[in-house]
Every structure is written in structure tokens, then in C-alpha cells.
């Protein structure tokens, strides 16, 4: 018979920065009231139990250490809500890639280029991928005639990442996400009386 552990409670866990744990010897402390006080921690941490309140330290690094009396269940509400609103704001780019082929049909084509410009105002990079099979590979100019229209289709939503490339049996290109704002402002202006002309996507190396 395995013999039974022996029951260790477990030990609270210790508040950092409030009430009995504050570790400075003065505050500047913040009231309810409005009123705002440099004190000794204990001094402090007296009028805050007073008012039936904890005493918690909200700007750690400051000198005196900024101390606020609130209610310390109210405090972590508000923490949490500030962490779940920045994680909102918070996006992280991917990649999202798109693989064709050279005798890729206007449907499928504008299938992913419609999937492409969502991605494209999501704020993602996508990546066209064209793949060349068998004799496929004598027919390059396809696969780049595909990118070099996908890039131009694109141009309101997304701008060319370095140079569309031939890499094997693959071309591929990147594009970046840009803002009609940003993109307007850095596009030059033509001369007056002079149309502007249209911008050939570049060639693939």
C-alpha cells in the first residue's frame, strides 16, 4: 500500500504593492477626495483602512512611489479590462499565401484575389504563389503574366514587397497592406496639363 502525502496548505499568496506589503517607507498618496499626500506608508495605509479601503501602489517607480486608496477587487477589474482591451488592439501580421497556376481560370482567379484583398485590409502580407508542373516550366510567361496582373489588381489595397521572383518551379510575390490615406499622400503629383500614366507592376527577375 503506497502510503498517503502528507497534506502542506497552501501558503496565500502575497500581494505585491498593497496594504502590509508596501515596501517604501513613504507614499505620495492618492484619496478618494481628490487630495494628494506625501506620507509615511504606515500613516497612509491607516486612512486608507479608514475609509474602508486598501492601499495599492499604482506607479511603482516614481519618487515617492504614487499609492492610491481604492477598493482592491475594483483595481483588478479595471487591470483586466485595460489587458483585454490593448489585447483587442493588438494584431499580429501573418502571411497568408495564394498558390496558382499558369492556366489559372477568371473564376478561381477572382476567387483568391477577392480573399487576397481581405486579407490585404485585415492588415495581413499575402503571398501569391504561382507553381509550374512538368512542361509547365516552358511556359514562365504565364505565371508571370498572373502575378504582374495580380499586383496591378491589387495596387489599391497592398504595394509590391521587394521584387516578384523565379525561384525553381516557383514565382512568387509578396504584397504589404497600405493605407489609402498613407498611399495617397506619397503618391507625386503629375504635372498640370499632363494625364498621369499608368505604372507597369514590376518584371519578374
Known amino acids: 500500500m503506497i502510503p498517503r502525502r502528507p497534506f502542506i496548505p497552501r501558503r496565500p499568496r502575497i500581494r505585491e504593492n498593497v496594504n502590509e506589503a508596501i515596501r517604501a517607507r513613504e507614499v505620495r498618496a492618492v484619496f478618494p477626495d481628490g487630495s494628494v499626500e506625501i506620507l509615511p506608508t504606515s500613516q497612509a495605509l491607516r486612512r486608507a483602512q479608514e475609509l474602508g479601503l486598501d492601499l495599492i501602489v499604482v506607479a511603482p ?12 477587487g475594483q483595481w483588478q477589474y479595471e487591470q483586466k479590462k485595460k489587458q483585454q482591451e490593448a489585447k483587442k488592439k493588438q494584431h499580429v501580421i501573418q502571411v497568408k499565401e495564394l498558390k496558382f497556376r499558369p492556366n ?11 480573399h487576397a484583398i481581405r486579407f490585404l485590409k485585415e492588415g495581413n502580407r499575402v503571398k501569391a504563389v504561382v507553381q ?9 510567361d504565364l505565371g508571370k503574366n498572373l502575378l504582374m496582373r495580380f499586383v496591378k489588381d491589387l495596387a489599391e489595397w497592398g504595394a509590391v514587397e521587394g521584387q516578384p521572383r523565379l525561384e525553381g518551379r516557383f514565382a512568387h ?6 493605407k ?10 503629375p504635372p ?3 494625364p498621369p500614366g ?3 507592376p514590376p518584371a519578374v527577375q
Do not use: C
Not at 62 to 71: G, L, N, Q, T
Not at 132 to 140: D, L, N, S
Not at 173 to 178: A, K, R
Not at 182 to 187: F, P, T
Open 61 to 72: 517607480t516614481a519618487e515617492p512611489p504614487v499609492a492610491k486608496a481604492m477598493d482592491y
Open 104 to 114: 489559372t481560370d477568371d473564376h478561381d482567379y477572382d476567387f483568391k484575389k477577392n
Open 132 to 140: 509550374f508542373r512538368g512542361r509547365e516550366i516552358a511556359h514562365v
Open 173 to 178: 510575390v509578396i504584397i504589404s497592406p497600405v
Open 180 to 189: 489609402a490615406a498613407a498611399k495617397k499622400e506619397s503618391k507625386p503629383h
Open 192 to 194: 498640370s496639363g499632363s
Open 198 to 200: 499608368p505604372q507597369p
